[in-house]
């Protein structure tokens, strides 16, 4: 030490305290965000087959535990969501605020756990003198970024999607162990690779959406571990083996989510829906959460055909993958975003499965998890621009906070739900006649009533409504000027 130069006093713990900063400014931000959902309640959009008419779910009993091991419900085999579902029901009985609370604990979890993700990820990729405590920076900002904003609403807000919430959860945890067990220094390594498979099943008993996680590893093993491509070449045979349980287990998952689905009658033929159309489906889909994540308003819990695919949608999806092709040796960290986004959107993007909803907020749960880490990134690094782009990003994740606090209240019950969803397209006919239900349950006749003749007008040849609404008018009478 030169001579008269002071040692600057070490507080004790200090080391562990920044450490910790970082992960619980991101559980309490998330946390924050979603209070609205816990006092919400079960709504008329499958919460009310899901759970109050369902017996089945309810408690953790042998005859509980085979129904849920063993039922194809509404489409979906989800065998652990609904043994924390049964859970749910042995703490808070019917009361939702308990499920919703489970709900917003798994979120937060997940937010948690996708900070120390991409901690690890930043620092693979980020140039070796990049200090720590910038890396904390980017990597609370991308989980922020992913957590609290209100595309998540409908995951973390709605009962019924406490599915996405628990496999993400899983998936992530999974993707973190799989780190662990290919990094350089690990011990153990073979104990954190059984263990990633062991979550991975996990996430596929939760939500099959999850099962392109083997091909997600495999864009991580190429960027930011550098395990295959460039100088390595893509000749690296422990690589691809260390996917194999993985893709026997995605493979499996894949013929069950189909079994399920087949009772529904959702998965239609060439014929009936050609390739030329899945494909603008597909082009739309993959436009839609992009501009969703950059411009998160009128969000709705219905989005329906018919769609328009305008030349933004095309621009944005082939200009995108072909700048992320482009830059491939220049940016990696914008091909491998890329390449998150699309393989997890594959399942959702629609190219199988039938039906009028051809997007959903939850189905970007995990899938801009790429776009989140690109921002994180720039973040963590020390340029010209480094203190305005933080100051810019902590406006922006204030403002994804108060939108999200404003879309979890969106789901607080039936009514308050659809006639946001009425707000946002009034041409929408379940829309309307969601609406109108929720108002019937609740012995408001003649607003029903208004929007059952709504739900005629905009579908005329559905000849039920008139008699929905001629049941209406007997139950309260023809005052229609009740509320």
């Known amino acids: 030490m030169p001579p008269g130069a002071r040692m600057s006093p070490r507080i004790p713990g200090a080391g562990r305290l920044a450490w910790g900063c970082a992960p619980t400014l991101v559980v309490l931000v998330t946390v924050a965000a979603f209070l609205p959902a816990v006092g919400a309640g079960f709504?008329?959009?499958?919460?009310d087959q899901n759970f109050l008419r369902n017996l089945h779910y309810r408690g953790l009993g042998p005859t509980q535990l085979q129904w849920m091991l063993t039922a194809y419900h509404m489409g979906h085999w989800t065998p652990l969501t609904w043994l924390t579902l049964g859970l749910d029901y042995t703490l808070w009985g019917m009361d939702p605020r308990g499920y919703h609370l489970t709900s917003l604990l798994l979120h937060a979890g997940a937010a948690l756990l996708f900070y120390f993700l991409s901690l690890r990820l930043l620092r693979l990729a980020l140039?070796?003198?990049?200090?720590?405590?910038?890396?904390r920076i980017g990597a609370a900002a991308a989980a922020l970024l992913f957590a609290a904003h209100p595309l998540r609403a409908e995951s973390v807000a709605w009962v019924t999607e406490r599915r996405d919430v628990l496999s993400g959860l899983l998936a992530l945890s999974a993707t973190l162990a799989y780190l662990r067990a290919v990094g350089d220094q690990e011990r153990r390594r073979a104990g954190w690779y059984w263990g990633a498979v062991a979550l991975f099943a996990g996430a596929l008993l939760a939500k099959a959406s999850t099962l392109t996680l083997p091909i997600v590893l495999l864009v991580l093993d190429v960027y930011p571990l550098r395990r295959l491509g460039g100088a390595r070449g893509w000749r690296e045979p422990r690589v691809w083996m260390e996917k194999l349980p993985f893709l026997i287990l995605a493979a499996a998952a894949a013929l069950v989510a189909f079994h399920a689905l087949a009772p529904l009658g959702n998965t239609p033929s060439l014929r009936e829906?050609?390739?030329?159309?899945?494909?603008?489906?597909?082009?739309?889909g993959l436009a839609f959460y992009v501009l969703k994540t950059l411009l998160p308003f009128d969000l709705s819990p219905l989005y329906q055909l018919p769609v328009g695919v305008t030349w933004l949608h095309f621009g944005l999806v082939i200009g995108g993958i072909v700048l992320a092709a482009a830059l491939r040796r220049r940016w990696p960290a914008l091909t491998a975003a890329w390449g998150l986004y699309?393989?997890?959107?594959?399942?959702?993007l629609r190219l199988v499965q039938g039906g009028p909803q051809v997007v959903a907020d939850r189905y970007s749960y995990l899938a801009c998890l790429g776009f989140t880490l690109l921002a994180g990134g720039a973040a963590a690094r020390r340029?010209?621009?480094a203190r305005v782009l933080r100051a810019v990003l902590a406006v922006w994740i204030a403002a994804l906070g108060a939108l999200t606090w404003q879309q979890a209240s969106v789901w607080h019950d039936s009514v308050t739900l659809w006639s946001h969803a009425v707000a946002v397209n009034p041409e929408s006919r379940a829309a309307h006649a969601n609406l109108a239900r929720a108002h019937a349950a609740e012995g408001r006749i003649a607003a029903a009533a208004a929007h059952?003749?709504?739900?005629?007008?905009l579908s005329v040849h559905q000849a039920p409504y008139h008699v929905i609404i001629g049941e209406l008018y007997e139950r309260g009478g023809s005052d229609r000027g009740a509320a």
């Open 43 to 47: 709504v008329n959009w499958d919460d």
């Open 127 to 135: 140039p070796a003198g990049t200090g720590k405590a910038d890396l």
């Open 273 to 284: 829906l050609p390739v030329g159309f899945r494909a603008l489906i597909g082009i739309y």
């Open 342 to 348: 699309v393989v997890m959107l594959l399942p959702v």
């Open 383 to 385: 340029w010209a621009g």
């Open 452 to 457: 059952y003749e709504e739900t005629l007008r």
